[in-house]
């Protein structure tokens, strides 16, 4: 697999798909692949579990905004917190421990329930994970006065419960987009993801295959290949690997949202995936 050894589904929502758990299947038989992950909203997790484990299904990521039944229909507008929760439970007693949970945190939203996902990343072993607010929204209505910085973000839960970055293997920051933090007393670790004031796309090795085939290189791009237009035109292999790796080749050092000449993306990332 051309030293591609993880492969995560996202969405949108991939378990609207109901066999989607075959996808994980082929997947998890390509020679090379070690893990395969899936983020989901969590609604239609716990039903489809038995099938996705089964099927090689290693991790799970699930997308939560909010801890408060009362605020869950207004941020989410379908299902219930329940749900979630009982998704999360069972996909741990399922051995998919730890279920990373994704915080996207917005100013004056739900930033004031930062203190509640911590004390869940403690109380549970959960890996709670702050995103920055990013441009990506399929509103177009991402203002940077609503993106709570992830230093913010430490510093808050640090005044609570004092943190300690976790060093990574090798030095530096690795490729990963989240930058750990342990509590100093033992009990369990946050991430913060700081796309926005802190990017980090000198270390970023992540490719993006979308629902309709194209390759996207950076989340903040436009610039796709289309690997479905090769694969139906009679494509050979070489042909479609050199495709991707020139995708590859063309990323950029930086996704340039702080230029005052940035353009959001056309299409959301409930279009061209997490």
């Given at each position: 697999?051309?030293g ?7 969405g ?13 299947s ?27 484990v ?5 991790r ?25 929760l009982?998704?999360?439970a069972?996909?741990?007693a ?5 279920v990373k949970v994704?915080v ?5 939203v739900n ?6 996902f911590?004390?869940m ?8 994970r702050?995103i920055?607010?990013m ?10 006065d ?6 913010e ?5 640090s005044?609570?419960w ?10 530096g ?15 369990g670790?946050?991430g ?5 004031t802190?990017p980090?796309?000198?270390?970023c090795?992540?490719?993006?295959l979308?629902a ?6 950076c ?9 479905r ?5 009679g494509?050979?292999d ?5 495709a991707?790796?020139r995708?590859t ?14 353009l959001?993306?056309?299409r ?7």
């Open positions: 697999m051309h591609v050894r993880t492969v995560r589904l996202t949108g929502e991939p378990l609207v798909r109901r066999d989607v758990h075959r996808l994980v082929a997947i998890s038989a390509v020679p090379g692949v070690e893990d395969v992950a899936l983020s989901t909203n969590g609604l239609l997790l716990e039903e489809q579990l038995p099938q996705l089964a099927a090689g299904l290693r799970i990521n699930l997308s939560l905004d909010t801890l408060r039944p009362d605020r869950f229909g207004a941020v989410r507008r379908r299902g219930r917190l329940s749900t979630v009982a998704g999360m069972a996909a741990e399922a051995g998919l421990a730890p994704n996207v945190v917005l100013a004056g930033d004031d329930e930062i203190l509640d911590a004390q990343a403690r109380e549970t072993g959960r890996v709670v702050f920055e607010f441009p990506l929204d399929a509103q177009h209505g991402w203002r940077r609503a993106v709570v910085s992830g230093a973000i430490v510093e808050r839960i005044a609570r004092p943190l300690e970055a976790v060093p990574v293997a090798g030095g920051r690795g490729s990963a987009p989240a930058d750990r933090y342990a509590f100093a007393d033992g009990s670790e946050i913060v993801v700081s796309s926005v802190s980090f796309c000198g270390t090795d992540r490719l993006r979308t309709d085939g194209a390759i996207r290189n989340l903040f791009s436009d610039d796709e290949v289309s690997v237009d090769l694969l139906r035109s494509a050979t070489h042909q479609i690997e050199l991707v790796r995708s080749w063309r990323k950029l050092a930086g996704h340039g949202i702080n230029d005052p000449g940035f959001q993306p056309a959301s990332m409930s279009k061209i995936g997490g």
